[in-house]
């Protein structure tokens, strides 16, 4: 530190504090909307499957959020990375491409498949999963969409040979 000018270390002085406060509010901004209130609440899209994911069985049951089926959990930074990509995707479309529809991309289909596998590992265990097919085509009133009948209502015919 002696070798620095009085302008360096007035600058360090400024700098790192303010360096520490932008990574806090960083951190926070991410641990906020990361939450489902905020994702239900912020954007009007959200709202219907905000209010039916409440009365899911993945919420009542296992506390699952938002961010359980929608974001990759393999590193931090595919994690920000897709968070920015779709957040500011979804903000664009929004706001420029009415009507208000949002689409999944192959990326998003490909996090929910994972995600899904990766939480239900001993349900699918001896289920062929590299066939193609994605775990929500069959399942896909969970958790947003309710169902004309509870699942366990419903009819399930087995051919018999």
């Given amino acids: 530190m002696k070798n ?29 909307t990361s939450t489902t209130y905020y994702c239900g609440t912020t954007c009007h899209i ?7 994911s409440l009365h899911s069985t993945h919420r009542e049951t296992n506390g699952v959020g938002c961010k359980e089926c929608h974001i990759p959990h393999n590193n ?9 990509y779709s957040g500011a995707r979804d903000y664009y479309k929004n706001t420029f491409a009415p009507p208000d529809v949002l689409h999944t991309t192959e990326w998003s289909r490909n996090i929910l498949q994972r995600n ?10 001896r289920i062929n999963t590299s066939d193609g097919k994605q775990c929500f085509e069959c399942h896909r009133g969970e958790p947003h969409d309710s169902p004309t009948q509870p699942f366990s209502s419903q009819q399930i015919h087995t051919a018999i040979r």
């Fill in 46 to 52: 959200m709202n219907p499957p905000y209010e039916t």
């Fill in 116 to 125: 899904c596998l990766n939480c239900h590992s001993t349900v699918v265990a």
């Fill in 4 to 32: 620095l000018s009085r302008k360096a270390k007035k600058w360090l002085l400024i700098g790192i504090p303010l360096l520490v406060i932008f990574g806090i509010f960083i951190v926070a901004q991410y641990e906020r």
């Fill in 76 to 84: 931090i930074v595919e994690q920000i990375v897709y968070k920015g």
